[in-house]
């Protein structure tokens, strides 16, 4: 048994679950270990929530900074980013589960460890918008309070998407990206009609 597999058996669990609810007994059973065997590849419970937050962050800072590319116009960096990210937390559901759910369920310590992490991951998409913003593309005066609205809906998805859907994640990234880009407002329509509710 290999700690790989412990760590993937416990994102089941806690995914299921939820952190508080799953014991070190069921990863145990989960792995046909013995929970005095478990001990020997993992110290106690919150080192396997830690580890299984800072992977999921890593994976995501690492995947989503690769896809944003500077010879490439600032809104499709955005669109090509909320596809890598929405595609990685589609294709791990129970670690995206744990990622985007369980963070709070930290010890103090160790979540003011794993914080800085998550606050890097926001920064990549301030940075974007801010970039996009600066070079005037975007006309966005907070750039943290845009990222954070994105990533509120791109991390509600997990709640939601099913791989039977109708869309794919590249679909529904895209679909997020066309309202973020460009809004509800029809093409043609000025403020004044706007706010008139024509």
Not at 97 to 106: I, K
Not at 128 to 135: A, Y
Not at 154 to 168: A, E, H, K, R, V
Not at 170 to 196: F, K, P, T
């Amino acid at each position: 048994m290999s700690k790989e597999q412990i760590l993937e058996a416990a994102a089941q669990i806690f995914s299921q679950k939820g952190y508080h609810a799953a014991s070190m007994q069921d990863i145990a059973d989960a792995v046909e270990l013995k929970k005095a065997s478990l001990y020997h590849h993992i110290d106690k419970k919150q080192d396997i929530l830690l580890i299984l937050l800072d992977r999921a962050l890593d994976l995501v800072i690492q995947q989503v900074s690769q896809a944003i590319e500077e010879d490439v116009p600032i809104s499709e960096q955005l669109r090509v980013a909320m596809r890598i990210y929405i595609g990685t937390l589609a294709s791990d559901r129970d670690l995206a589960a744990v990622l985007l759910l369980e963070y709070r369920s930290l010890d103090p310590d160790q979540y003011a460890a794993h914080i800085t992490r998550r606050d890097r991951f926001e920064q990549i998409w301030r940075d974007l918008i801010e970039k996009g913003r600066n070079t005037g593309l975007f006309d966005c005066p907070d750039p943290a309070q845009a990222a954070r609205a994105l990533l509120g809906v791109m991390n509600w998805t997990i709640m939601w998407y099913s791989p039977q859907g109708l869309l794919s994640p590249i679909e529904i990234a895209d679909q997020y990206a066309d309202l973020l880009l460009h809004g509800l407002l029809a093409r043609g329509i000025d403020n004044q009609e706007a706010h008139s509710g024509l």
